[in-house]
């Protein structure tokens, strides 16, 4: 079975191939370094970018600089200008899961013009199996703007050429977790670390996504991230006197990793209060 997905993906690279090569978005993790591999084994022409959110593990970062030097860096910008996950907060407030403004802006800049390579997977998630194989991703402002629309192909081409959007593959889409880690295995590829520690899937550290647990967990082993994140919401605080109900910076950042709704967790902590 693996053989099978192997040389159906490397089918697909060597007939879709473009002149300028291929743009692999690299994360580091698992199915990362599986498309990278795939990408070598097919003998096309590309280059791997990894998106830098300022808050991913910092065992990821060192990593890739070991085992992935040729991998180019990008940085995430505001308004022309570089900027982090600590300076958004201040701008735009913690993200949650229906206001996550974070992957928009930390991730999905680059690659805009380019035929892009990912490891998305349809099992990953019910939202990502209703997805294609094959799909086109729109800036935010044309995403917005043609969100009700059928694009004819003149107009995905223009847009293409100026740059406001980018062709995808997700190369490894029907891919199981055991397909995955049995390529890894296979072909002996170097992985995080971070996934002999229990990790199963590497990503920002205090993700909206993310579980209660996880999230916990991830801000005890790096608790800079987690004292520079409550720094951001002071400073917010004190600008734009945000989260009255809240006694400190501190108590923000609790409820935040808490996953509740302001009133439950609000309500939760009067009742420890009480007693």
């Known amino acids: 079975m693996l053989n099978i997905l192997i040389d159906n993906a490397l089918s697909i690279l060597r007939e879709y191939e473009p ?19 795939l990408l070598q084994l097919s003998g096309c022409s590309f ?11 910092p065992d990821l ?18 308004k022309g200008k570089p900027t982090n996950f600590y300076n958004m907060i201040i701008e735009k407030g913690l993200p949650s899961r229906m206001i996550r403004w ?10 805009n013009g380019r035929l892009v390579i990912d490891g998305v997977r349809s099992d990953e998630s019910f939202a990502r199996s209703k997805r294609n194989q094959f799909e ?32 995808i593959i997700h190369i490894i889409f029907k891919w ?24 199963s899937r590497i990503g920002c550290i205090g993700c909206p996504m993310a579980s209660y647990q996880s999230t916990k967990n991830d801000f005890n082993r790096y608790p800079i991230i987690r004292r520079n994140i409550i720094r951001s919401i002071a400073i917010r605080r004190s600008i734009r006197h945000d989260y009255p109900r809240f006694d400190s910076a501190e108590d923000i950042f609790n409820w935040w990793i808490s996953k509740q709704t302001v009133i439950k967790y609000l309500a939760l902590k009067d009742q420890l209060t009480i007693w």
Not at 47 to 57: E, Q, V
Not at 103 to 109: A, F, W, Y
Request: charge should be positive; hydrophobic fraction near 25%; glycine fraction near 8%.
């Open 19 to 37: 002149p300028e090569g291929y743009y692999l978005a690299f994360s580091g993790g698992k199915d990362s370094i599986v498309c990278h591999h």
């Open 176 to 199: 199981s977790d055991k397909d995955v880690w049995d390529f890894i295995r296979l072909y002996d590829l170097p992985y995080c670390s971070l996934y002999d520690i229990g990790y």
């Open 47 to 57: 280059t791997s970018n990894y998106s830098s959110t300022t808050i991913d593990p």
């Open 61 to 78: 970062g060192k990593y890739i600089k070991k085992f992935y030097p040729e991998t180019i860096w990008h940085y995430p910008m505001w």
């Open 136 to 167: 086109y991703f729109f800036n935010q402002y044309y995403k917005t703007k043609n969100k009700k629309q059928i694009l004819d192909q003149g107009t995905i081409d223009k847009l293409m050429t100026e740059k406001k959007a980018k062709k």
């Open 102 to 111: 974070c992957c928009q802006i930390l991730k999905e800049g680059s690659g």
